[in-house]
């Protein structure tokens, strides 16, 4: 089976946005520095602070790295359940 189920996607998805977090600290410490003590200004005084986060978050949850991950994650999956069955024959 080269599917992922919904729990699957889910722990892939937040494993994502766990290692962009981490990888992107700097980048969301300087947004969260810039915003600090501004209400309304925020959106105009922060824009390219708050810009290079989601470009940097992008880079780890967008469409082509996610790709990898599934197909990464399916690999080692289909290399445990033939391991598996090879065990058990």
Request: charged letters at 30%; glycine letters at 4%; one cysteine or more.
């Amino acid at each position: 089976m080269n599917a992922l189920s919904r729990r699957e996607e889910e722990t892939l998805s937040k494993t994502a946005k766990a290692k962009a977090l981490k990888e992107c600290d700097s980048v969301v410490k300087e947004f969260a520095d810039c915003a600090t003590g501004r209400t309304f200004s925020v959106a105009w005084e922060c824009r390219d602070k708050y810009k290079a986060v989601q470009d940097c978050m992008y880079h780890y949850t967008g469409p082509e790295p996610m790709a990898a991950m599934r197909a990464e994650y399916l690999r080692l999956r289909n290399e445990q359940q033939a391991g598996n069955n090879a065990a058990s024959s």
